[in-house]
């Protein structure tokens, strides 16, 4: 059974760019047929998808966020990468890296990392 | 692309059903038979509890089913227990977004 785990800075300061990374355990990245995202919860808030990643580098963005996100593929570590730019505020969110099958279904997710943008 | 519309909250006594809404749009939850349901506790990551309108992955008990007519998505808990409460969000394909999720709905257990 897959398993994800997010890591990265729990703080980040407005205007700067937020990077997290998910490592992926129990299957390789690239030889699977899901897509691979992320998704935010801002605190006491509900789920937001930010976009998805394939193993190929094509890549799937929420149109609202498209122009801050980047998202990459590192198939020799099995992992995958979000990086979102001049980050404010309004971008403090617990982060979820997770896997996405047909449908756009999320079937596993990471455990979550709370990012806080603060000065 | 709004979300998804869900009630606010639902509230059951253990042993009876719930039945949760989501209500969307011809363009996601109306056009596609890709509407999924996750189960999120206090402090934990959302976890998949129906997928493809009313498909079960493996583990998932047979209380929860899903259904769908027209724009509108149901989950359905059957047989209520203390262990259910939690936050549940439904998700749709969509034409605009890829994926888009309803607002959320918060199960009590009285």
């Known amino acids: 059974q897959l398993q994800l785990q997010e890591s990265g800075p729990g703080l980040v300061k407005p205007s700067e760019t937020l990077s997290l990374t998910c490592t992926v355990s129990g299957g390789s990245i690239s030889r699977s047929t899901y897509y691979w995202g992320w998704i935010r919860q801002p605190p006491g808030k509900g789920l937001e998808w930010i976009g998805s990643v394939f193993y190929t580098g094509d890549t799937y963005f929420n149109p609202s966020l498209k122009r801050h996100v980047t998202m990459s593929v590192d198939t020799s570590k099995n992992q995958f990468s979000l990086k979102l730019n001049s980050v404010t505020a309004a971008d403090t969110a617990i982060f979820y890296c997770?896997?996405?099958?047909?449908?756009?279904?999320?079937?596993?997710w990471g455990q979550g990392s709370l990012v806080i943008v603060s000065s | 692309q709004s979300a998804l519309t869900q009630p606010a909250s639902v509230s059951g006594s253990p042993g009876q059903s719930l039945i949760i809404s989501c209500t969307g749009t011809s363009s996601d939850v109306g056009d596609y038979n890709y509407v999924s349901w996750y189960q999120q506790h206090p402090g934990k990551a959302p976890k998949l509890m129906i997928y493809?309108?009313?498909n079960r992955p493996s583990g998932v008990s047979n209380r929860f089913s899903g259904s769908k007519s027209g724009n509108t998505a149901s989950l359905t808990i059957s047989g209520l227990q203390a262990e259910d409460e939690a936050d549940y969000y439904c998700g749709s394909y969509s034409s605009s977004i890829t994926l888009v999720f309803g607002t959320g709905t918060k199960v009590t257990v009285l």
């Open positions: 493809d309108v009313s």
């Open positions: 997770a896997t996405f099958s047909q449908g756009s279904v999320a079937n596993y």
